[in-house]
């Protein structure tokens, strides 16, 4: 299988208050088309290992590769780059920007792309949001929306540049057990249709159990 995400022996230490190791170690390989879990105790490491691959903290040891390109010791601008084109975030928050319509949250990364037109990026986005069945809601203000619409939009946006990944801190966390669902589904039906991977940090058991593979963590470290 085509490897997306690569990591070898990558380590993190916080320096303060006191010198402690958050991450120890931590080898992994995402490949194309999977849909897997990161679960562990809060505190275990788990969100600052999706910051590490996620380019979004660059001060570790150890070598992290995206779509077999070395990514470790790149400059500022080429991250910020790669992260725009190659990675989609969802958060547990969505982050829209209230004043704007739904249309425009999800144009936004491929304008700072500036690959495409605006109509080809209008038509994208209106595709995206179909796809994800809010596309009645593209002119509303983004502040208008249900908290589970307003995930979707989320994962529209994420997906807009055709990313390799998406990255997703917790994603279900502020949603209800149905709108939770509907999103786990989404996120299901885009590993089926495609070789996009996704990569989850969820405290939520039942729906870890259902992705590809679950990645357990202890202490920074990958115990299963």
């Given at each position: 299988?085509?490897?997306?995400?690569?990591?070898?022996?990558?380590?993190?230490?916080?320096?303060?208050?006191?010198?402690?190791?958050?991450?120890?170690?931590?080898?992994?390989?995402?490949?194309?088309?999977?849909?897997?879990?990161?679960?562990?105790?809060?505190?275990?490491?788990?969100?600052?290992?999706?910051?590490?691959?996620?380019?979004?903290?660059?001060?570790?040891?150890?070598?992290?590769?995206?779509?077999?390109?070395?990514?470790?010791?790149?400059?500022?601008?080429?991250?910020?780059?790669?992260?725009?084109?190659?990675?989609?975030?969802?958060?547990?928050?969505?982050?829209?920007?209230?004043?704007?319509?739904?249309?425009?949250?999800?144009?936004?990364?491929?304008?700072?792309?500036?690959?495409?037109?605006v109509?080809?990026?209008r038509?994208?986005?209106?595709?995206?949001?179909?796809?994800?069945?809010?596309?009645d809601?593209?002119?509303?203000?983004?502040?208008?929306?249900?908290?589970?619409?307003?995930?979707?939009?989320?994962?529209?946006?994420?997906?807009?540049?055709?990313?390799?990944?998406?990255?997703?801190?917790?994603?279900?966390?502020?949603?209800?057990?149905?709108?939770?669902?509907?999103?786990?589904?989404?996120?299901?039906?885009?590993?089926?249709?495609?070789?996009?991977?996704?990569?989850?940090?969820?405290?939520?058991?039942?729906?870890?159990?259902?992705?590809?593979?679950?990645?357990?963590?202890?202490?920074?470290?990958?115990?299963?």
């Open positions: 299988m085509r490897e997306i995400i690569r990591t070898e022996r990558v380590s993190k230490y916080f320096t303060k208050p006191v010198m402690f190791q958050v991450l120890r170690d931590i080898s992994l390989v995402i490949n194309a088309g999977e849909f897997v879990s990161i679960m562990g105790k809060s505190g275990c490491g788990k969100s600052t290992l999706l910051y590490v691959l996620s380019t979004m903290d660059t001060e570790y040891n150890g070598t992290l590769y995206l779509n077999g390109n070395q990514l470790t010791g790149r400059n500022a601008g080429e991250l910020a780059r790669v992260r725009n084109e190659e990675i989609g975030f969802v958060f547990q928050f969505h982050y829209l920007l209230p004043e704007f319509t739904v249309l425009d949250n999800v144009m936004l990364p491929a304008r700072k792309l500036g690959k495409k037109t109509s080809e990026i038509a994208s986005a209106l595709e995206k949001l179909q796809l994800l069945g809010i596309e809601q593209a002119n509303k203000k983004a502040n208008m929306l249900s908290g589970g619409q307003k995930q979707r939009v989320a994962i529209a946006r994420a997906l807009i540049n055709e990313p390799k990944i998406i990255m997703g801190d917790e994603p279900t966390g502020n949603l209800d057990s149905t709108n939770s669902e509907n999103v786990f589904q989404i996120f299901k039906q885009l590993s089926r249709n495609g070789d996009l991977s996704l990569l989850m940090v969820t405290h939520d058991e039942d729906l870890a159990r259902r992705t590809d593979r679950i990645i357990r963590m202890e202490d920074g470290q990958i115990v299963s």
